[in-house]
């Protein structure tokens, strides 16, 4: 008789959280008096289940980490726009910084099994939902769908190669699609390209079944519009080899949301705080990651310095030396406005970053917690996926339009074709580098160079190299290894190359 494995823990889990993070819906109220079956029977009882998969996205669960921390770790920690000051403590931590890889330290154990929380618990939705009910069931439907293919999608990310090196052979992860499973399920790893073909066909039911319009916090079908176009950007090949048809889909729903009346860029001093604003009516985030005093975001204890005391013993990483080279180009650029320089005795001439210091739990502003959102995706990302795709079509002259929509409202001077020349720059080029400079610290790390075929170059030392860092796109170590106690408990999964 089957069973559902681990998921009336997850269903009471996410039941319990939605209950006490009022950040997510202050009107829901918990029904742990009844069964997962029948709370699922009602919208109450789907609208609770529901803020649970938002909830298991920042909340620390038994003895792993919250979800977006590690998230930030293994989508951050391998590229080149953090600078190590001194070594994390505890030591695993700087694992992915230092391509350690280990499968039984760092993070990797907590993303693994807080990635399937958060799948299982969409599941659960998706399966209590027949299609067509109404409505509302169908926009919680919907969000879920989004839930999960955001988990497959970032899974993907980090534990298998880039899509353009042979996604039909290279492993990913288990596609696990329903909630109802008995004790031998042990599932093999699919393939790059089912998992993707996955997402993509849960975020296009997400966008139909989403019709109402919430706060930034929830899933919507601009969301689920934003990360097709991020998806297919990931899947369009190299500069030198690309595939136009994924191109042009990056281009259809990144222009989706860019119509969008919900959203738009922000300009001059809005755009200078535009993280240091409540999350669920800043009118550029898509979607992000909510926090409260209960659960603070703790991004920020990778990158702010001083501790509850005001001594400087946290934040271990700062801004790149390789980052402030190409921001400082342009002293105007308000993008200034996201370091902060402070002269910390392991690093005087520290950058520290502060697109996480929005509203400190600790009124002294020493806290290593804050209620600031992890942005996810938001709309400048959509102007750059739109210029990266045209610049790959060969299209340069058109790829400038969207690109210097975000170099105009930095204040950094727009380019032009003859300016690209003198600098001997491509158009595509350009756009990487303002993938750099305009979405440093929100996830995209190492996968800009990665899935373009390109090297991650770390042109500076810190605590950990005497000597700069390269990393080759076809390295072992760009993805991360499978969690060993996953392997011991499920003999199917296959390891990465360590």
Known sequence: MKKYLLLIYICITALSMSGCKKAIDEDIKPSNDKTDFEVLKTLDGLATATNGSYSLLVTQNARDFPYD???????????????????????????????TNSPIQGVTPSFWKMSYRIIF??????DAIEDGKGVEYDQFKGENYFIRAMAYFNMARIYAAPYYQNNETNLAVPLTLSADMDKSYKPAR?????????????????????????SNNYASKESAWALLSRVYLYMSGTATQPNTGYCDKAIEYADKVIASPRFTLVQDQDYATVFAKDSRTNKEFIFAFSHDPA??????????????????????????????????????????????????????????????????????????QSKSATCYLRLAEMYLNKAEALAKKGLNSDALVPLNEIRKRAKAPEWTTSSLATANMTAFQATLNERRLELAWEGHGTYDDFRNGLPMKRLYTDYFHTTPLTIQPTDKRVPYPVPFEEIKMNGNLIQNPI
């Open 295 to 368: 659960n603070g975001n703790v991004i920020n204890e990778f990158l702010t310095p001083k501790n509850f005391y005001g001594y400087y013993i946290n934040g271990e990483y700062a801004a790149s030396p390789d980052y402030m080279a190409i921001l400082d180009q342009n002293v105007a650029d308000l993008r200034h406005s996201f370091v902060r320089a402070e002269n910390d005795p392991r690093s005087p001439n520290r950058f520290t970053v502060t697109k996480y210091d929005f509203e400190q739990v600790d009124a002294n502003g020493y806290s290593t």
């Open 190 to 214: 699919n393939t790059v390209k089912e998992v993707y073909a996955q997402v993509i066909a849960d975020l296009e039911k997400a966008a139909t079944l989403m019709t109402k319009v919430k």
């Open 121 to 126: 618990s969409a599941n659960k939705v998706i």
């Open 69 to 99: 921390l590690t998230w930030f770790h293994m989508s951050e920690f391998k590229g080149n726009n953090l600078f190590a000051v001194t070594q994390a403590y505890p030591q695993y931590r700087d694992d992915g910084y230092t391509y």
